[in-house]
Each structure stands twice: as C-alpha cells, then as structure tokens.
C-alpha cells in the first residue's frame, strides 16, 4: 500500500466531497443519527468552495494512485479550525487519518498558529480517540440545536444585518469573550450577508456569522445570544452548536421547542482561553 499526501486542488473537489458525504453518512447512520448533508451535492458544494478559498490549507490523500481522504485547515484567523476531516470507507482505520491530521498540524506549526481546534461527533469512538492520542483536549460538550424559528426579539437587545463597519465592534467582543477573534471568518460571513449583530446600551454587544452549523456567534452575556438565536430565520444546516455547560442558555433554548439532533465535543490543541462570555462555535471550531 503506497500512500501520499499532496496539497489539494479544485480538481478534488467532487471525489473529495463524496468521501466526505458517504463517510459522515455512514458513520451517522450506524449511530441512528441525522446524516450531516442531506445530498452528496452539498458536501462536494462545500468542498469546492474550500479547496478555492485562499483561506484554507487542504491536503489529499492517495493510495496506490486513488483519492481516499482528505483535510483541511482554515487559517482565516488567529486560532485554526481542522476539518473536516473524511476517509474513504475501505481505506479507514489504517493509519491515513493520522497522517492528515500530523500534515495540517505541520503546517500549522510553519505558521506559527498558536493554537486549533476542531468540532468530532460525539458518538464517534474513533474520532475521538485519535484526537485525544493527538494531543487533544476535550473543551466542550456541545448540544447540536433545530427546530421552528421563535420569532421572538429580547427587549434592549436589537438584532440587525452585520456590515463590514461593525468589524472593529464585533471583533472586540469576541476578543473580550475568546482572547482573540474571528476577523477573516467574519469577513467572510458579512459578504455573504449572513452575518447579524445585536446592541445594547447603543453598543455592539454580540454578533452571530450565521445561527447554523457552520456559523460561529459570541455575546457579552446569554441575552446577546437568545436575541440573536430568537431573531434567527432558520437554523442552517443540522442545527447550531451549544455549549451545554451554559445551562442556562441550554434550557432556555428546550423551553423554546428547540430539540438536540447530535452530541458533539469542542475540542483544542495548544492555545485555549477559557471564554468569559456566552458563545457557540462552529463545527470547524
Ligand atoms: C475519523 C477518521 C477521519 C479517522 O481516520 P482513520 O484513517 O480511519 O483513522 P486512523 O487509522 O488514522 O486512526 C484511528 C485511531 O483510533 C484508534 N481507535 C479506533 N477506534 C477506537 C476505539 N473505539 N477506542 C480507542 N481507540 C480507537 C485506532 O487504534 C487508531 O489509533 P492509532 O493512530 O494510535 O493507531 C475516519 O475514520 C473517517 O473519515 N470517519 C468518518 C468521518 C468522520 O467522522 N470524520 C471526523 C469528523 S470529526
């Protein structure tokens, strides 16, 4: 068996994107849970844009000359997020997910990036054995949220659509909740318009790349987080990911109709703050 690694290219995008469909659904379904993508469509749809996004690092795996996996790393801010990371069924357990994870970690150390961190199902033993044997820690458990939007706003606590003039607003808050921010990623959201941001006391006080799976959202305190999830039109993709810790954001949110879809686990390698405000992370962190 001959496997190397090299750097992905937007050629990769459909094989790899069905790796990372078929590999997350089988892995979901054995479990009885949700798949992740509804379609193979989606997840090459999301592969592609990462494969061609200056923001991501990617690395492809071959074996005896196929495409069997591949990671990524997104390096649009101070701390990197990993994932996702997927392997070809016939080519799991046999090492090649270590060497995907050692790869983007090496480059994480070239950039001097201080710290990853990344988002593993919590009911995948492998996932996160792997991690932990990587040096991993366990952060969070995290609670992934759906169901009908509550249509409710939280009295003094505004929501409206970010734009590129409350960076600097946002970004503080997130340095005051995280110790470093989300800059790039927010960036990104607010071209996207999908980014909103919620006030109080006529300030900034929390802001939400989208409420979803793939989105990120920080507040000063839980109330920037309920306005913020209360205003929200849906939940993108499988649901928003929440720190069940944060009991009472969590109950809040079941007394609201919300349901939990999936057990998740927030977990990092090198630098961590640990946040002193009310936040949700993404699934790449
Ligand atoms: C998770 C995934 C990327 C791992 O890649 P892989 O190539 O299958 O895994 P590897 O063989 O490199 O490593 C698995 C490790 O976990 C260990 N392991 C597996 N199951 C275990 C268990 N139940 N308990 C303890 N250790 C276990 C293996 O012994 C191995 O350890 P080692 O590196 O010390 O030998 C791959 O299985 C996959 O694509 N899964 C489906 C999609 C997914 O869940 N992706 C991750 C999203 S967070």
Redesign the pocket.
Known sequence: MNIILRPGTSQDAETCGR??FE??T??SEAHNFTPDFPAADVAIGMVRRMLSHPGFYSVVAEMDGQVV?S?FLDVRNTIAGV???????A???????????ENVHAHARDKSVPGVR????GF????????A??GYEVREPLACMQGAPMNLSVPGYPVRAATESDLDACNRVCRQVHGHDRGGELLDAIKRGTATIVEHAERVAGYATVVGFFGHAVGESNKELQALIGAAKTFAGPGFLLPTRNTNLFRWCLQHGLRVTQPMTLMSLGLYNEPTGAFLPSVLY
Do not use: E, W
Not at 83 to 89: F, K, L, S, Y
Not at 118 to 121: D, F, G, K, P, R
């Open positions: 790796i990372c590999a997350f089988s892995i996996g990671n994932g996702p990371i997927t392997i070809d069924r080519a799991q357990n046999q090492a090649i997910g270590r060497r995907l994870m990344l988002v593993q199902s995948h033993m492998r996932s996160l054995s792997l991690y044997k990587l």
